[in-house]
């Protein structure tokens, strides 16, 4: 019996053995013709088999490798993830050349792995052709008429700074992190524009959520995450994803909750936020029997989700940096705080004050440019073969407009690696554009959410400046404040403290 057993064992084993070698020789063969190279393409480091150029690159950085490789490769160049073939566009002019001026061909959305799972192209920001041309489309009308780019989201972003100096207020000027306030207080002007009501921060149903979304970006640009996308059946093993997942279910059951109760008090002459507009378009195309209507339950979780999560973790981390770099650089903040006493004193600010600002507006731009959060913006597709700068990008294939490489381009900028204001300012202190300056990206996917972005930075960072000193925990100088950030889908700043010091 036993050595029946042994046998039985012996065989399966070999027979295991044997599907094993048997897949690798396959998964290479395929993986290899997939290195084929096609006529005229993008140069680039040489690939392995299976690991493409995984080895060259730095997952927990990738934004990093990949500028460095530009360096030898150029402004269009290509890498292989694993199998997957990706073609990177570095520096200024090949950035908003593709994406401008081949806006069509450059515009589609590479769904990875992790949110097709989830999107199933539904919502904006991982959805293509009718179905997020329609999205957008709603998104952007209803966000403006709930206040974007206009006075009610002024109102929206003054009424919520009163919260967060409130919550400032109430530390004393003892260290703190700031993650959490500035994110619930930045996640409300989202939630006002798409709920039609803010949330308290005490409440631990809205906590939730907002850590979540702070925990997905993080989770959805990791290492593990990144390499799952490429290699699917990594899946099992990673507990990332089990989170991710796991994120998914509670805010489905969450936004259900809330878009229940807004169902049960819809009212078509007082809509009080994106959803219920979401809800009265869904109700008009059922009752006139629209076909294929895209008004869907499916549709309004996902774009719900979209614009909470892009619109909280964005703007919150970008005003984090903002906070941490002025209590590294404490003249910045002096002149900073100079200006705002001398124009507006001790009212509260207003978009209007921008123009009378410069020195703030221009500190806000280069707070932007230095923090780089979306480092490699999301992933493009090419829509349609291209013959893009000489080369000969297939379509379909998957493009990372390398938005580091823009808002660091040495011929763009007079000191792209220091922190200085001076960019945006000509001789006389007055604020000037700058063309390089692109992290909401260009073209056809744009930031949706940039102007509504550029008030809250506006508003909450003069605000914030104008009744708050920030330092260094007592004891940490600020040469020992850490700029190294932390990598996910947006780049945070690394776990830290600060005080905010109330001012006479
Ligand atoms: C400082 C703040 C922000 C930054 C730096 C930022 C940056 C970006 C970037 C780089 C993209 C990708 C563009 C591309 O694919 O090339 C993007 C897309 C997007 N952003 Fe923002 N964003 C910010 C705030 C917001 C806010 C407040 C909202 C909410 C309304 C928002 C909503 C979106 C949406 C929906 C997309 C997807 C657009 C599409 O695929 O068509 N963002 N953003």
Redesign the pocket.
Known sequence: MALVEGLLLQATSTGLLLGVVVLLVVYFLSSASRFKEEDNEPPGPKPLPLLGNLLQLDLNSPHESLCELAKTYGPVFKVYIGPKKVVVLAGYKSVKQA?VNYAEEFGE?EIVRTFKNFSENHG????NGEN?KEM?RF?LTN?RDFG?GKRGSEEKIIEEIQYIIEEFGKLGGAPFDTTKPVNYAVSN??SS?VYGSRFEYSDPRFKQMVNRANENVRIGGSAPIRLYNVFPWLGPFLKSKRTLERNAEKNKKEINQLVSTLQETLNPDDRRGFVDSFLLRKQSDETSGKKNSLFNEKNLFTTVV??FV???D??G??LRWGLLLMAKYPHIQDCVQEEIDRVIGSRQAVVEDRKKLPYTDAVIHEI?RVAN??PM????TTSCDVHFNGFFIKKGTTVY?L?TSVLRDESEWESPHTFNPAHFLDAQGRFVKRDAFL????????????S???M??FLFFTSLLQHFHFSPPPGVSADQLDLTPVVGLTLNPSPHKLCAVKRS
């Open positions: 994406l959305r904006i920001l991982f959805s997020w957008r998104a966000l974007m002007i989202i524009i979209n614009l892009a619109g909280t964005t703007t981390t970008t932007q959060i979306v913006s999301l992933p493009h407009p938005l992290p909401f990206s260009a073209g056809r996917r744009v930031c949706l959410g940039e509504l972005a550029r809250e930075l």
